[in-house]
C-alpha cells in the first residue's frame, strides 16, 4: 500500500480528499435536517394541536416536513449519479422557465399568503417561486463564467453578470413584493461576480455606493420615526425598519414579533428550559416553526444548543468551501461557491433577524425551518455537490498514475535483491551510487591499464574471483595478480580485472577491448601495438613455464 501511495500519490490524495468532504458533507447534512425536524416538532406542537387546519394532529408539521426532507434525501441519491455538465447546457432553459414563474405570480395560479403572492399550485400542490429562482441563477451565472472565462477581467462581462441576477431579484420585488429573497439573489450574483472576475474596484465602488445609499435611507428612518398610529399609514418596509430601530416603540404592531424573539433568547440562557418547554412559543411569537424557530431553539437548548447549531452550519460551508477550492472544473467550482452564498446569507440573514441586527425579513433558517418547498429545494441543491464529488472522484480514479522511475542504481537492487522496503533500497542506492562515482574518480586518475565497472554481472567466468556485496550491489571482480618481479611492466594500477590463464593473459573491459588472434588479449590506453605484441610474446612463454611450476596458484 504504502509502495501504491508513492507511485500513484496524486490519485490517492485526491480520491482520497474528495471521499472525506463527501463524508463529512452527509454526516452535516443529516444532523442538520434531525435537528431541524425536532425543532419544528416542538415549535409546532401545541399550535397544530388547538388549530382546526391542522386537523388538531399535533405532529401535522413534523409529518409534512418529514415526508420532504425524506423525499430530499431520495432525490439527492438518485441524482448524485447524474453527470452535473449536462446541467452547463440545461442552465439556460432553466433560468428562462424560473423567469416564467415569476410572470405566472400574476395568473390565477398564484397563491397569496399573508398578502404576499410567493406560491405557485393549486391546493395543497405548490411551491414557492423564489426558490427556483435561486437555483436557477447560480446555475446560469456558472454557466456565463464557464463560457466566458476568457473575459473575467473585462468589465462587460462583470455588467451581464449582474444583469443576469439582477432582472429575476426584480422582478421578484416587483411582482411577489419578495424584498428578502431579491437581497439573497443579489448577494449570491455579487459573490459570484466578485470571486470569478478581475474588477475589483468596480465591485468595491457599487458596494460602497450601496451601502451609504442604503444607510441614508436607513438614517432618513430614524430621524422621522413615525408614531405607532402613524405607522400603519405608513408603507409596509418603512414600518419593518422602523420596528427594527426602535421595538419598544411598536411592541403592539410592527415590533412585537421581534420582541417576543428577544424575550425567547433571554430566557433561554446557558443550558435552556429542555427541549418542549418553551413558552413563547404558545400563543407569543407567531410563526414560531418558520423565521423564528431559532429564538425557540435558544430558550429551550440554551446558549450551548444555539452554538452547537452554528457550529453544524459553519461546518458545512466549510466543507463546500473546500470542495469549491479543490475541484478543477470550473463550472462545478462556481456552482458549489453560489450554493455557498446561498445557505451562508440566507443563514446569516436569519440569524440576525432573530437577534434583531437586521429588519425582519421573513427568511427561513435553511434545513430548519418549517417550508417543504425550502427544505426539498435546498436539498436538490445538495444533490448537485454531490454529483460533482461522485464525478470528480471517478476521474481521479481513472486518471493514469503518475509513475516516478527509480534510479538505475534501485532498479539494479530490485533485479539483483528481490522486493524490500522503499527506505532500505533508497538508502543501499544512495550508498551504491556514491561507491562507485568515488571509485570511478580513483580509477580514473590512477589507472593506466584496464579500466571498467560492470554494473549488471562481473566479467570474471572462468578462473576469476567473484565477489558480492551485502547492499545488493556487485563490486568489481577481483583482479588476478601477476607475480611482481616478471611482470612489473604489465601491471595495472589500484584495482586490475579479471584475468584468465587459459591460452594467454586476457583482460576485459567495459568499453574498450583489444582483441588478439592467437595469445592472450589485454587492453590499454597508452600503450602502442609493439609493446602489446612484446608482451603477448614474452607472456606466452613465461605463463607455459609458469604452468609447469605453479599450476594452482590462481584458483
Sequence with gaps: MQNLKLISGRKTDDTDNLERIDFNIWVALIFLCCFGLIMVLSASSFKC???????????????????????????????????YRKLMRLSWIAYVVSIICIFLLLTPLGISVNGAKRWLGRGAVRFQVAEVVKIAVILFLANMVTTY????????????LWLAGGIPAALLFKISNDLSSAIIVLGITFGISFICTKTIKLHAGVLATAVAAAAAYILNIWNHLPTPEELSNTSFRVGRIAAWLAPERYSDNQGYQILQALYAIGNGGFL???????????????EAHTDMIFSIVCEELGLLGATLLISLFLYLLYQLLRLALSTKDL?????????????????????????????????????????GTSVFLLLMEMSIVFSIIQIRTSKAADRPPVVRRPSRAAQLLRTLSGPQSISGARRTASRSSRTHSSADRRTAGRSTGVRGISESR???????????????????????????DRFSDTRTSSQRRTVSESSGTRASSQRRTVSGSSGARTSSNRRTVSVSSEIRSSSGSRSSSRQNRRPDSYN
Excluded: W
Excluded at 464 to 484: D, I, M
Design 272 to 286: 435552556g428550559k429542555n427541549l418542549g418547554n418553551s413558552v413563547q412559543k404558545l400563543y407569543a411569537i407567531p
Design 458 to 484: 562481473t566479467a570474471s567466468k572462468s578462473t576469476g574471483t567473484r565477489t558480492r556485496s551485502r547492499s545488493r550491489t556487485v563490486s568489481r571482480s577481483s583482479v588476478t595478480r601477476t607475480s611482481a
Design 331 to 371: 463550472f462545478g467550482s462556481v456552482i458549489v461557491l453560489g450554493i455557498f452564498l446561498h445557505i451562508s446569507l440566507q443563514t446569516v440573514i436569519n440569524l440576525a433577524v432573530n437577534v434583531n441586527l437586521f429588519p425582519n425579513t421573513g427568511l427561513t433558517l435553511p434545513f430548519i425551518s418549517y417550508g
Design 49 to 83: 394541536a388547538s388549530s382546526k387546519e391542522c386537523n388538531y394532529d399535533s405532529m401535522y408539521y413534523f409529518k409534512r416536513q418529514t415526508f420532504f426532507v425524506v423525499a430530499g434525501f431520495l432525490g439527492i441519491l438518485g441524482f448524485r449519479h447524474y453527470d
Design 149 to 160: 472565462s476568457k473575459y473575467l477581467s473585462k468589465v462587460q462581462l462583470t455588467i451581464y
